[in-house]
């Protein structure tokens, strides 16, 4: 509806007064909303279509701000602007409106800073800052940057041009002090830069090496490919652990097939290899075999052969087999007691 009419269209995905609204910031969900728009945008029917900036936060990290700058070079959209507001109230110096003596200046502390939803003006300028000089490197030169957030005067307009804002933006200090703030503000650059015999331009990202604002900085590149190296030799190494659990479950897989198809042996009656289905082998023809004969002798160990072919290995060529007899010792009769003898056999009578 308002793409033929407007210059620049605003993606706010930052604000923090919305509930949920800031979800909006992760790096899959902000690419697919940025690609959506940029597509809608290019099926407006008119000669020079609107640009498109989206606007964060300047309570995202490091991390969230390569998504950010990940989501806006792959989408196609032509700027954005930082910062929004910050949920933030600790570090920032909150003092009351109440007039107090000097000796208490300290104790100055807001009552309303522990208030939810986004803090402006003054504050704010530091984080934005910092976030902007992250950002940066982040982005080519051709995708500029719109500076905001507590921006009050010349000079903080000029620390975001150093910083790489291309243009800045007016909200807190606008509503203060009026309509001709952004001529005050435009009057005291034009001051700086003339003591300085600079420009606006040439100030833009001169607080980087080169006025390269980063984007071609080697120390970033370094960074940038060790973080890759280690991302992946992580994944080389999450491979071979991949691989030797999966070499593990192959053995496992062979060594149960191979237990399906084993069949155990047919019971043996002794040790000289015959099975019940055949003739057993007698003792005494072990002394006419080629090889010598060697003979165990034990005591009363009923099941020790059965025991011993599982155990033993099969008789070698030229030898023998092993002969186990058992020796079973008698048991000892009980005494004859002549008297009782003839209590048992005796006539039974009633007592």
């Avoid at 930052?14 to 899959?28: D, I």
């Avoid at 509503?175 to 606006?200: H, N």
Wanted: charged share 25%; with cysteine.
């Amino acid at each position: 509806m308002l793409g033929p009419y407007a210059d620049v269209v605003v993606i706010n995905v930052s604000s923090p007064n919305t509930p949920g609204l800031r979800a909006l910031q992760g790096k899959e969900i902000l690419e697919k909303l940025l690609k959506d728009v940029v597509e809608e945008r290019n099926r407006i029917a008119v000669d020079g279509l609107p640009k498109i900036a989206v606007k964060v936060a300047c309570d995202l990290n490091e991390e969230e701000l390569g998504d950010v700058a990940g989501a806006v070079r792959s989408s196609g959209v032509e700027g954005v602007i930082v910062s929004n507001t910050t949920i933030r109230r600790q570090g920032l110096g909150l003092k009351s409106c109440k007039l107090l003596p000097p000796f208490l200046d300290h104790e100055l502390i807001s009552a309303n800073q522990s208030q939810v939803g986004g803090l402006s003006g003054r504050p704010l300028f530091p984080l934005s800052l910092i976030a902007l000089k992250t950002l940066r490197p982040l982005l080519p030169p051709s995708i500029p940057i719109i500076g905001c957030g507590g921006i009050s005067t010349g000079q903080d307009a000029l620390e975001m041009a150093k910083a790489g804002a291309s243009m800045i933006q007016l909200y807190t200090s606008f509503g203060y002090r009026g309509v001709g703030t952004p001529r005050l503000i435009k009057d005291e650059i034009t001051a700086q830069l003339s003591t300085a015999k600079s420009s606006w331009k040439k100030s833009i990202g001169t607080d980087y090496k080169d006025g390269k604002m980063g984007w071609t900085d080697e120390d970033r590149f370094k960074k940038t490919n060790e973080a890759l190296r280690k991302e992946a030799e992580g994944l080389g190494e999450l491979l071979k652990n991949l691989s030797d659990k999966e070499d593990t479950a192959s053995l496992v897989r062979k060594a149960e097939e191979a237990l399906r198809q084993f069949k155990p042996p047919q019971p043996r009656d002794n040790l000289l290899g015959s099975t019940t289905e055949g003739a057993p082998a007698p003792a005494s023809e072990t002394s006419e075999s080629s090889g010598p004969t060697q003979t165990i002798t034990s005591g009363n160990v009923g099941g020790v052969p059965a025991l011993l072919e599982s155990v033993l290995p099969a008789p070698a060529a030229g030898f023998a087999p092993i002969v186990v007899e058992e020796n079973v010792q008698p048991q000892p009769q009980e005494e004859v007691d002549e008297w009782k003898q003839t209590v048992q056999k005796g006539q039974r009578r009633l007592v």
